[in-house]
């Protein structure tokens, strides 16, 4: 018996399995720092793939090894980006990675740095010196761009005309090395300085200001046009204040009007230059509206005429005044006259309406007076001396004083013909009157010495 082996062979191919190049794309590089040069290596160098090179100072290079002298002994941040073509996914394939370059180590000086801020105006500029680092002794070193030169740490120049000037600071300073020993260093800084017109105060020059208000607070915000050294405030009320900004708090409700002035030197024609401007500022009472108004007439008879005249004290505009002359006639206007029938005693009413300008309600009040008719008759007629109310405006307490004679009488009366406080005492020695539980507001006051009456007015404040 003969035996047979079956022999069978593949006919397949062999499996390719190709790399992906992406796999293997790094972008790591090495940075050899000498002085203020910088050599660069990447890991990898591969003619497949491109790079780029970002040196952190604005400045670049494309080639795989590249090296770079740096402006000044800095830090920077140098970045590689490499790419490639990958064929399986038909796209490019990136990498980047990034480094701080520290040029300042070893460098004794870097730590100075010199610098400065210009405050420029009419025809001068103003330097403020800003180096940092700096050691155990400085000087300064300015070129101010027009043929001039400083050595004051924070120098005043006046420019002969305007213009664009470049401005450049050197500052030498001596630092103290570690370990003992001293050197000397030196780093320099320029900047353009934009000089405006000068010679004279600046007619475009000009303030205003903006305010907030609450209750009888007010917050001012005053700003120019220009550079500013001083700034004052009238708040319209007899007080003043300083500073851009400021708050007062008013005596009371109404119309004040406040004034901003600022100004600034002017070095060339070694002037003040001056901006004002006044707006009025409105506090809305918080009084009744019949207290702003205190009603009060005078009146003089001649047989059975009389002639009357409103003198009502007012916080707000008087928008009607009427007369009744207590026989049935009535009369219209500030001031009137009337003939009675007949000798007698009538009660004479004036009524006012007025109008409170903030809250914009009208208010009305009125004022009765009996008047004597039949010869000669003057209501008020006035002492001799005139009596002296004071304070004016009053808080806590009202003063009368200046009398002379006997007995006196002080009534103190409100807006709606209500007594609301009176006194007693001797007119030679005044009298005076504790006015802490009044409402502020306006008040008619009725002196009376040995019989013969005056009236007067008076204002306690609002707080």
């Known amino acids: 018996m003969t035996l047979r082996t079956l022999v069978i062979a593949s006919l397949a191919s062999p499996l390719l ?33 491109s790079y780029q090179w970002d040196f952190g100072d604005g400045t670049g290079d494309w080639t795989p090894t590249t090296s770079h002298t740096y402006p000044g002994a800095s830090v920077f941040q140098a970045c590689l980006k490499v790419w490639t073509w990958d064929p399986l996914a038909q796209d490019t394939c990136f990498a980047t990675s990034c480094q701080t370059i520290d040029l300042t180590a070893g460098d004794p000086c870097a730590q100075l740095q010199a610098g400065f801020f210009a405050n420029a105006g009419p025809g001068f500029a103003q330097f403020s010196n800003a180096t940092t680092g700096t050691g155990l002794s400085n000087s300064w070193v300015w070129d101010f761009g027009d043929g001039s030169t400083s050595n004051d740490p924070q120098p005043f120049h006046a420019y002969p005309q305007p213009g664009a000037y470049t401005v450049c600071l050197t500052a030498i300073s001596i630092l103290q090395q570690p370990g003992g020993g001293v050197i000397t260093c030196v780093d320099s800084t320029c900047a353009p300085v934009n000089v405006w017109a000068g010679g004279g105060c600046d007619s475009t020059y000009a303030a205003t200001f903006s305010t907030q208000i609450t209750g009888s607070t007010v917050a001012f915000f005053g700003s120019t046009n220009l550079p500013t050294i001083g700034w004052t405030w009238d708040h319209g009320d007899g007080t003043s204040g300083g500073g851009q900004s400021t708050q007062h708090v008013y005596p009371g409700p109404g119309a004040y009007y406040a004034c901003l002035t600022a100004w600034y030197w002017e070095p060339l024609a070694q002037d003040t230059c001056w901006a004002t401007q006044c707006q009025w500022i409105s506090i809305a009472s918080t009084a009744s509206c019949d207290s702003l108004f205190v009603a009060d007439f005078d009146w003089t008879g001649v047989g059975t005429a009389i002639a009357v005249q ?42 006012v309406v007025g109008l409170d300008p903030w809250a914009q309600d009208s208010c009305t009040v009125v004022l009765c007076e009996n008047v004597l008719v039949g010869g000669l008759a003057i209501s008020a007629a006035g002492l001799d001396p005139t009596p002296v109310l004071m ?43 504790d006015t802490s539980g009044l409402a502020p507001g306006a008040y008619a006051v009725l002196i009376t010495v040995d019989g013969l009456v005056v009236r007067s007015r008076a204002v306690k404040a609002w707080r």
């Not at 009535?330 to 009660?347: M, Q």
């Not at 002080?410 to 005076?432: I, K, N």
């Open 391 to 433: 304070p004016q405006p009053f808080t806590d307490r009202l003063v009368v004083s200046g009398l002379s004679g006997g007995a006196l009488s002080v009534e103190l009366v409100d807006g709606t013909g209500r007594t609301v406080l009176r006194g007693t005492g001797r007119a030679g020695s005044g009298l005076e009157l």
């Open 17 to 49: 399995v190709l790399a992906n190049p992406c796999d293997s794309l790094v972008a790591d590089f090495q940075a050899g720092i000498i002085g203020t040069t910088v050599t660069f290596t990447p890991d990898v160098i591969d003619n497949t793939w």
């Open 310 to 351: 409103n003198t009502t004290l007012a916080n707000g505009p008087v928008l009607s005044v009427s007369w009744d002359f207590g026989d049935g006639a009535t009369a219209t206007g500030g001031s009137a006259a009337h003939t009675y029938a007949g000798p007698g005693t009538y009660t004479v009413c004036m009524t």
